[in-house]
């Protein structure tokens, strides 16, 4: 039954090595599938655990809403929430936040960040807080509704400056603000290659 076998294999090499090689193919394409997986999940977990890393708690409302795309998002809470957490004793500081996907346009027109798959494009608050780990090293943290900050790698690779028209687009549209500071998180210009916008609380 063996040489059977053997012979039949010998008799269509070609047959054998096209087959071998798409085993192969296919268990390269599978374990690179499975490393880009596991990598971009610990990019994010990463990138979340810097984020909140010098936060002791986060108050959230318990609702929770349907967001784009079947995603499931909290309902906001009242910003006069932030004068009563801040009064709890123990508390060193408090401040509003929101965050929401807002992507960058280059001075080329092209958006900065990747498409689909990738390091995610965040828009917050911009504020001075105790526990906060972004650092203004140019200019000044927004407080107008036309004015941003963006993160050091994301004006760097705009080609921004201060005082440009910074074009920033978000689920409800686009819209030009003035770029009134560049902020840099810990030693590093951005975490995880996300690209990060800022405004004052109101926008």
Known sequence: ?????????????????????????GTAFLAGTSVFS?????????????????????????????????????????????????????????????????RITGKDGKPIGSEGNGPPTFGGVGKDFKGAL??????RWPTKPTEAALDEASAKKGKYELGDT?????????????????ASYGNVRSPGGATFAFFDQTT
């Open 38 to 102: 596991a990598t971009l999940d610990r990019t994010f977990n990463n990138l979340f655990e810097d984020v909140f890393k010098n936060i002791d708690a986060y108050v959230r409302s318990s609702q929770v809403i349907e967001g784009e795309f079947g995603t499931e998002e909290r309902q906001r809470i009242p910003i006069t929430l932030v004068d009563q957490v801040a009064q709890v004793p123990g508390v060193a500081d408090a401040m509003g936040d929101i965050q929401a996907f807002a």
């Open 134 to 139: 972004w650092t203004v090293t140019e200019g």
């Open 166 to 182: 910074v074009k920033v687009s978000a689920q409800g549209g686009s819209r030009d603000f003035t770029l009134v500071g560049i």
């Open 1 to 25: 039954m063996f040489r059977v076998a053997l012979k039949s294999i010998l008799g269509r090499k070609a047959r054998l090595v096209l087959t071998s090689l798409a085993v192969i193919l």
